[in-house]
């Protein structure tokens, strides 16, 4: 089993910055996926960014240049730093890890993010 504990969501205005962490309950190098997903109220989600084994990252086309995804080994965490941001990036954000071994996704609890006009 699998626990994420994402922290740092909040209230911003647009322009604004937030930085998102994801504390893994187990080694990120298990992973073969570690990202963050977000889910606005009547959308489905949405992948945000992720990191791949190797070192591979993807970035929504809707927020490259402005959010970037970093992973920190000896925390077993994985942040989201996210500049420039825009009303439309009001979502519930969802830390997200793909185990290697199993193959199984697990999710953690969302944390909201609003930023205002």
């Known amino acids: 089993q699998v626990q994420l504990v994402e922290s740092g969501g909040g209230l911003v205005q647009a322009g604004g910055s937030l930085r998102l962490s994801c504390a893994a309950s187990r080694s990120i190098f298990s992973f073969y996926t570690l990202g963050w997903y977000r889910q606005a109220p009547g959308k489905q989600r949405e992948l945000v960014a992720n990191s791949r084994s190797g070192g591979v990252t993807n970035y929504a086309e809707s927020v490259k240049g402005r959010f970037t995804i970093s992973l920190d080994n000896a925390k077993n965490t994985v942040y989201l730093q996210m500049n420039s941001l825009k009303p439309e990036d009001t979502a519930v954000y969802y830390c997200?890890?793909?185990?290697?071994?199993?193959?199984?996704?697990?999710w953690g609890q969302g944390t909201q993010v609003t930023v205002s006009s």
């Open positions: 997200n890890a793909r185990l290697t071994l199993t193959n199984t996704n697990y």
